[in-house]
C-alpha cells in the first residue's frame, strides 16, 4: 500500500494549485457576489487539460485515472467550489459517455471536447424528482428514425452555456427505472428552451436553470447503451462521479482548514494569539482530522475505480463523509473567525455557503446513507 502521489501527480497538483491560487481565488468572491460564470477561467483550465478530466487518451483526453482526478478536482474546488462545479459539471455530463457510448459516439461526443472547448450538461432531475430520479418523467418517444424528448428538467449545472446535453428520460413510466432511457442532445437543438438562471445561496458564479425539452428530435444513434439501460448508465455515473464530488468537499474544507490556521495565528485576544486558546486548538485538530479522513475516503473511492472494482459503497462514504465534513469544517471556521467570519471581507462565510451545496447535489447525505445501509445490508 503506497499513500504517496507520483512525481508526475505531484506535478500536475502543483500546477492545478497554481492556477487555483492566481486565477480561481482572485476572481471567487467578486463572481460569487456578481453570480458571474467563470468563462475565462473555464477556457484557462481546458487550455492547462485540468477539465475534461474523464476523456480517454484514445479520443485525445489526457488518460487520467480517477485518482488523478479527484486530485485536480480537490485542488480546483480548494481555490473557489463554485466555480470548479461548473467544471465538474462537464466531466459528469461526458462520463456517461464514456461508460455507455459506441466506438462512434466516443469519436463524435467526446472528442471534440478536446479539440475545442465546449460545455456540456448532465439531466437528470427534475421539478417532481430529485432524490427519487427513478420517477422521472421526461419521455422519450420513438418517432422512426430519431427519438423525440418531450419533458422539465430542473438544477441543471452550465444549462445554459451548453453545448451538448445528456438527457434522461423514460420510454415508458410504468416501468419506472427499468424504462429509464439516456440520449444525447446538442445544444441548440429545436425545442430546448431553458429556463431563468437560479438566484442560489452558494456556488453563485455556476449557472443552474430548469430546461424544458419540447418535441427535440435527436438521431436514433444519439441513444447511450439500448433503450432501458439509462438506469444502469446513470448509476454507473454516480459511482465514478461521486469521488469527484466529495474531492470538491475535500478541496473547499481544505482551504477553510487552511484559513482558519493563518487567522488563528494572526488574531490576538486576552494578549495571545487566539491559537494559543485550547478551546480553538481542539477546533482546529477535529477539522485536520476530518480533512485527512475524508482525503482517505475520497482517493480509497477513487482507487477502486482505477482498479477496476465495484466502489458503490465507498464512494458514497467518501461523499456523505467529505460533503458533511466540510459543511462542520466550515462552519467552525466562521466560527474561529468570530465576527470577521460573518463579513463578506474574509472568504470562510463563502465556503460556508458553498459547502451546504456539497451535502445535497449528487444524492443528497441522506441518499448516501440509504445507499451504504442497503450495501452493508445485504452483505
Ligand atoms: C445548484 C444545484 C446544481 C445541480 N446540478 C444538477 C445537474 O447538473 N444535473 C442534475 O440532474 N441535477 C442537478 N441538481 C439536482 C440535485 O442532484 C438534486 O437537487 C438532489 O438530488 C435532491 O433532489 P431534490 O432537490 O428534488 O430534493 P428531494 O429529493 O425532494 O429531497 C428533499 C429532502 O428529502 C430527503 N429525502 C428524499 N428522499 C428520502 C428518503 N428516501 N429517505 C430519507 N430522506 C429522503 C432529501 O435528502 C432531502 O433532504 C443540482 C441541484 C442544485 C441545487
Known amino acids: 500500500m503506497n499513500f504517496e502521489l507520483s ?55 489526457a488518460g487520467f485515472s480517477e485518482t488523478d482526478a479527484v486530485m485536480i478536482g480537490e485542488t480546483l474546488a480548494y481555490g473557489c467550489m463554485g466555480i470548479n462545479t461548473s467544471f465538474m459539471a462537464n466531466d459528469l455530463a461526458l462520463l456517461p459517455i464514456k461508460i455507455a457510448g459506441t466506438h ?33 418523467k421526461t419521455s422519450i418517444k420513438d418517432g422512426g428514425d430519431h427519438w423525440i424528448i418531450n419533458g422539465e428538467k430542473m438544477w441543471i449545472t452550465n444549462a445554459g452555456y451548453a453545448d451538448q446535453f445528456v438527457v434522461y428520460g423514460t420510454i415508458d413510466p410504468t416501468l419506472k427505472h427499468k424504462g429509464i432511457s439516456a440520449v444525447v442532445v446538442p445544444g441548440g437543438t429545436e425545442g430546448i428552451i431553458l ?45 465514478y462521479s461521486r469521488p469527484l464530488v466529495a474531492s470538491a468537499a475535500l478541496g473547499g474544507a481544505q482551504r477553510a482548514l487552511d484559513e482558519s490556521v493563518k487567522y488563528a495565528k494572526e488574531r490576538k485576544q486576552f494578549g495571545v494569539e487566539i491559537a494559543k486558546h485550547q478551546a480553538i486548538q481542539f477546533m482546529i485538530a477535529d477539522m485536520s482530522m476530518k480533512v485527512e479522513a475524508s482525503r482517505l475516503l475520497v482517493y480509497k473511492a477513487a482507487w477502486l475505480v482505477d482498479e477496476g472494482q465495484r466502489n458503490t459503497e465507498i464512494a458514497s462514504y ?15 471556521a466562521v466560527q474561529l473567525f468570530g465576527g470577521y467570519g460573518y463579513s463578506k471581507e474574509y472568504p470562510v462565510e463563502k465556503l460556508m455557503r458553498d459547502a451546504k451545496l456539497i451535502q445535497i447535489y449528487e444524492g443528497t447525505s441522506q441518499i448516501q446513507r440509504l445507499v451504504i445501509a442497503r450495501e452493508v445490508l445485504k452483505k
Open 7 to 61: 512525481i508526475e501527480q505531484k506535478e500536475m497538483k502543483d500546477m492545478a494549485m497554481k492556477f487555483s491560487r492566481n486565477e480561481l481565488i482572485p476572481v471567487a468572491q467578486k463572481y460569487d457576489e456578481e453570480g458571474t460564470f467563470p468563462m475565462e477561467e473555464f477556457k484557462k483550465a481546458w487550455e492547462l487539460g485540468l477539465v475534461n478530466t474523464c476523456i480517454p487518451a484514445e479520443y485525445g483526453g
Open 318 to 332: 467518501a461523499k456523505a463523509f467529505a460533503s458533511d465534513s466540510c459543511m462542520q469544517i466550515t462552519t467552525d
Open 104 to 136: 462512434e459516439q466516443k469519436e463524435k461526443f467526446l472528442k471534440p471536447f478536446t479539440e475545442e472547448f465546449k460545455i456540456a450538461s448532465f439531466c437528470l432531475t427534475e421539478p417532481g424528482n430529485g432524490s427519487d430520479a427513478a420517477g422521472i
Open 195 to 239: 429556463g431563468k438562471k437560479e438566484d442560489k445561496m452558494g456556488h453563485r458564479s455556476s449557472d443552474t436553470r430548469g430546461i424544458r425539452f419540447e418535441n427535440v428530435k435527436v438521431p436514433k444513434e444519439n441513444m447511450l447503451g439500448a433503450p432501458g439501460e439509462g438506469w444502469l448508465i446513470a448509476m454507473k455515473t454516480l459511482d
